[in-house]
């Protein structure tokens, strides 16, 4: 089995959807290193949940920090190989550090982004996490997002369902998506059904 199409899960915290996602042959499980998050996860919970898991890779989910501060955390976090960041300059000082690279911005920062500097970040290699707050996408929202998949590898992170997302990856040539994951309901129990539902749809019998 596999995905039709490059999947990423935000903010893992515990084990049932590490499993799950994982078990589903999505490509990436973000953890959140910001320890001003909610959803921080500590070096020591990382080994944990990571340590049952086979054939995915680990994102570092940062917001805040500076890049020498990134560098230092990640020491922690040996088994981690992409760092998702969220301010541009920062970002580009990563190209090179041996880490594959995700730029995330919000939509309306897409809509100010200049064609060259999207063209510069492409070229080299990083990829665009394209999210909205409100989690619902225009007509305009979608010329945007589009606009940008022609020339940039965009994983939309927003507006996505399992009524939609095959049309999405179509209509905007998008490289991939990105779905969040949540809290379990108690100590391995935990209620599936969005994610599960966008997942099965874009299941491949190999």
Same mark, same amino acid.
């Given at each position: 089995?596999?995905?039709?199409?490059?999947? +990423?899960?935000?903010?893992?915290?515990?084990?049932?959807?590490?499993?799950?996602?994982? !078990?589903?042959?999505?490509?990436? #499980?973000?953890?959140?290193?910001? %320890?001003?998050?909610?959803?921080?996860?500590? &070096?020591?919970?990382?080994?944990?949940?990571?340590?049952?898991?086979?054939?995915?890779?680990?994102? /570092?989910?940062?917001?805040?920090?500076? @890049? &020498?501060?990134? #560098?230092?955390? #990640?020491?922690d976090y040996p088994a981690?190989?992409?760092?998702?960041?969220?301010?541009?300059?920062? =970002?580009?000082?990563?190209?090179? +550090?041996?880490?594959? =690279?995700?730029?995330?911005? *919000?939509?309306?920062?897409?809509?100010?982004?200049? &064609?060259?500097?999207? @063209?510069? #970040? *492409?070229? *080299?290699?990083?990829?665009?996490?394209?999210?909205?707050?409100?989690?619902?996408?225009?007509?305009?929202?979608?010329?945007?997002?589009? %606009?940008?998949?022609?020339?940039?590898?965009?994983?939309?992170?927003?507006?996505?369902?399992?009524?939609?997302?095959?049309?999405?990856?179509?209509?905007?040539?998008?490289?991939?998506? *990105?779905?969040? !994951?949540?809290?379990?309901?108690? &100590? /391995?129990?935990?209620?599936?059904?969005?994610?599960?539902?966008?997942?099965? +749809? =874009?299941?491949?019998?190999?």
């Open positions: 089995m596999a995905l039709r199409t490059f999947v +990423k899960i935000n903010g893992i915290t515990n084990l049932s959807d590490a499993r799950y996602c994982s !078990g589903m042959y999505v490509n990436l #499980l973000g953890f959140s290193l910001d %320890k001003s998050s909610e959803k921080y996860v500590t &070096p020591e919970l990382f080994k944990e949940i990571t340590g049952w898991l086979s054939g995915v890779d680990f994102v /570092g989910e940062f917001s805040h920090e500076s @890049q &020498p501060e990134i #560098l230092e955390i #990640l020491t981690i190989s992409w760092i998702e960041y969220d301010r541009i300059e920062e =970002l580009k000082r990563l190209v090179g +550090k041996g880490y594959s =690279l995700i730029y995330k911005m *919000s939509l309306e920062d897409v809509k100010h982004i200049e &064609p060259e500097v999207a @063209q510069e #970040l *492409s070229n *080299s290699g990083i990829i665009f996490h394209v999210y909205a707050k409100d989690n619902l996408l225009s007509e305009d929202d979608l010329e945007v997002v589009k %606009k940008l998949a022609k020339d940039c590898k965009v994983i939309l992170g927003t507006g996505v369902s399992a009524e939609n997302v095959l049309h999405l990856i179509d209509s905007c040539r998008l490289y991939g998506i *990105s779905l969040s !994951g949540g809290e379990e309901i108690k &100590p /391995g129990l935990r209620d599936f059904d969005l994610m599960a539902d966008v997942l099965e +749809k =874009l299941e491949v019998e190999e």
